[in-house]
């Protein structure tokens, strides 16, 4: 099998009180694994996804990617991390090379930013930055995916047209991704797998295999169906009409309060 | 009152206030020399065009000042090149910061004439002991400020190249060096005001040319007016440095900021 495997891993915080923020994570990805990474605030989803991107070398435990060659990291920052004196054309041709300009401008247009390719990241909102971010991630054709909250500061409608282009892009490339979401709805509609860190212990609560998500998108009763089997496994999910407005960290909160 | 002081034609533009200074500055020149009534001590402004002047027709004045400039440059160029790398390479490791900024300190305050001394009796009345003289004075400066802007690097960003593997020599030209150019910029300004009076003390101990060189022999005939007509040559000359290089530098690498 080749994939990702991490095995006990482990990191503690000194500041700003000591703690343990991750506890023997074992854990392996297949590739082309579309695995969503859910928990509430605090519960270490992005210093995991640090550990696996090399940038948290202060762990225990070892990461390893099972193929031939050293994996191509495509990384989704919570802050767009774009190159201020660079445009976003540049920002993308930064980690591509120059020679990718059009496949960059394609990308672009496909995160419905054509048209801003000349303009600097600080002329840009928020969300525009952020979805600069992403095509830049998908540029690299990466081997591993990392998005870490992507969709969180863009409203309904253009974080929906966004879920959709992840969809897309993972169904044309089956790139094994690890997106890292507080949000269990997105994480449904999208993965072929759930991982739930426990709030406050640093490990995981669940981890639920799904089918693949490629009729999932957009349909609610799919969605609650995947919710379902998550209530099944932790077996304290709260019950709830709605399972769209289902945020993780206070039903997480709920369950470790059950379990 | 204030309409009517506001109505009078007394408001110039930036320009016109310079100019007035600098006739301001004349006139108190004037009047020092007319009331000293010693060319030979303080020869009028008029005198000193005219030794200028002359100085110019026979070709000298052109021919020390372009030596001087050039040894300028070149002491200059060498300074920012080997103070710049050291100053990166400190800034990013805290331990060879910490076994090298001693060295530093030391280089900070050794006096100038000592280096130009020493370098004169090591390496010979040469053109090289005297533009390495100007060098080794000037690039401690350079170092202790792109230190400290090497320093403040933005780390996310570079975290950002780390895990998409740009290469380094992007990594430095798109990424490190912009956010150097404020600290680069900060060095050359007292770098080059530095260079040229180093410049001039290496010429008047040692090199048989250059307007150190020429102000050490107008000393020696107690002829004054050619000393401050090489001097404000030599003054103009900088200050178009500064002008038309500096500053439209300085312009052009911080545009992105007022975008």
């Not at chain 1, 095995?7 to 969503?36: K, M, N, W």
């Not at chain 1, 406050?200 to 995947?226: H, T």
Request: hydrophobic share 50%; proline share 6%.
């Amino acid at each position: 099998m080749t994939g990702l495997v991490l095995s006990g891993v482990a990191r503690d915080f000194a500041e700003p009180t000591p703690r343990h923020v991750l506890r023997g994570i074992d854990l392996s990805i297949a590739q082309g694994e579309f695995v969503s990474l859910v928990g509430p605030s605090g519960a270490g989803k992005t210093t995991l996804l640090r550990i696996i991107a090399g940038l948290d070398t202060h762990h225990t435990g070892s990461v390893t990617w099972q193929a031939t060659r050293r994996p191509r990291f495509g990384i989704v920052f919570q802050e767009p991390r774009l190159v201020p004196w660079l445009t976003i054309l540049d920002n993308l041709l930064l980690v591509s090379g120059p020679e990718n300009a059009a496949r960059a401008r394609g990308l672009l247009a496909e995160v419905e930013l054509a048209g801003s390719e000349d303009a600097l990241p600080g002329q840009l909102s928020g969300g525009m930055q952020r979805r600069a971010a992403l095509a830049r991630a998908l540029l690299v054709e990466p081997d591993v995916l990392l998005p870490d909250e992507p969709l969180i500061s863009l409203d309904t409608a253009l974080a929906e047209r966004m879920r959709r282009l992840l969809n897309t892009y993972w169904r044309d490339h089956r790139t094994t991704t690890l997106l890292v979401t507080h949000n269990l709805s997105e994480a449904a509609e999208l993965s072929t797998r759930i991982l739930i860190l426990s709030p406050g212990e640093g490990k995981l609560m669940a981890d639920c295999a799904l089918p693949p998500p490629d009729p999932r998108l957009r349909n609610d009763r799919a969605v609650s169906v995947v919710l379902e089997e998550l209530r099944r496994v932790t077996h304290a999910w709260p019950p709830s009409d709605s399972p769209e407005k289902q945020d993780a960290p206070s039903a997480l909160s709920h369950a470790a309060g059950r379990y | 009152m204030s309409r009517l002081a506001g109505a009078l034609p007394i408001r110039f533009g930036a320009g016109w206030n310079r100019l007035l200074s600098l006739i301001t500055l004349l006139a108190l020149w004037q009047a020092a020399a007319t009331l000293v009534a010693d060319p030979g001590l303080l020869p009028s402004p008029f005198a000193t065009f005219r030794a200028g002047y002359a100085e110019l027709m026979r070709g000298e004045l052109l021919f020390h000042v372009g030596i001087t400039l050039a040894r300028v440059a070149v002491a200059f160029a060498l300074a920012m090149l080997i103070g710049s790398a050291i100053g990166i390479v400190l800034g990013r490791s805290p331990v060879l910061d910490q076994i090298f900024s001693g060295w530093l300190v030391i280089g900070l305050n050794l006096p100038a004439l000592v280096t130009m001394v020493l370098c004169y009796v090591w390496f010979g009345l040469t053109e090289v002991a005297a533009i390495l003289a100007v060098t080794i004075n000037k690039v401690p400066t350079v170092a202790a400020i792109v230190r400290e802007g090497t320093r403040a690097l933005d780390r996310p960003l570079f975290e950002m190249t780390q895990v998409f593997g740009v290469k380094p020599i992007r990594v430095l030209t798109r990424v490190i060096l912009p956010q150097l150019a404020p600290s680069l910029m900060a060095a050359a300004r007292a770098g080059l005001a530095l260079t040229w009076k180093i410049v001039l003390v290496v010429e008047l101990l040692g090199r048989p040319n250059g307007v150190g060189f020429q102000i050490r022999t107008f000393f020696n005939y107690f002829d004054i007016a050619s000393i401050l007509a090489y001097s404000l040559a030599f003054i103009a000359a900088v200050i178009a440095i500064e002008a038309f290089v500096l500053q439209p530098l300085d312009r052009r690498l911080g545009r992105w900021r007022r975008a």
